[in-house]
């Protein structure tokens, strides 16, 4: 089965949710609409220790997971989505600078393919 992968660094962002659970959240459930993945329970939450303030969200999806790593220290953003299934890259990207807007952003795309069939 084939699929896609992104990995987004971004940083000095004008939306400052570093440390709010909900708002990760938020952006996580926006992910799972924007990319037409299909989301597998509630994801899991937790808060930086006291020398890397911050918080982390990990949304587990059907076919893989989505990711977001928030520092609130410079706020700055990790955010990566791995899917054995295709999803339209440039729109996350989009979505990200638009709801983030991040005034430095890396990112890596790579294929996903795996040893198995994935049946429906």
Do not use: W
Not at 20 to 36: D, Q, R
Not at 91 to 107: A, D, E, G, Q
């Amino acid at each position: 089965m084939k699929g896609d992968g992104i990995h987004i660094n971004i940083g000095k962002c004008q939306l400052k949710i570093a440390d709010k659970p909900k708002e990760l959240k938020k952006v996580i459930n926006n992910l799972v609409k924007l990319t037409g993945l299909k989301k597998l329970g509630n994801g899991d939450v937790q808060v930086g220790s006291n020398y890397l303030p911050g918080v982390s969200v990990v949304q587990i999806i059907e076919t893989s997971h989505i990711s977001i790593h928030g520092f609130t220290i410079n706020n700055c953003y990790d955010i990566t989505i791995v899917s054995c299934d295709r999803f339209d890259v440039k729109k996350v990207l989009t979505y990200i600078k638009k709801t983030f807007k991040p005034t430095k952003l890396v990112f890596q795309t790579f294929k996903v393919d795996t040893l198995y069939k994935v049946t429906k």
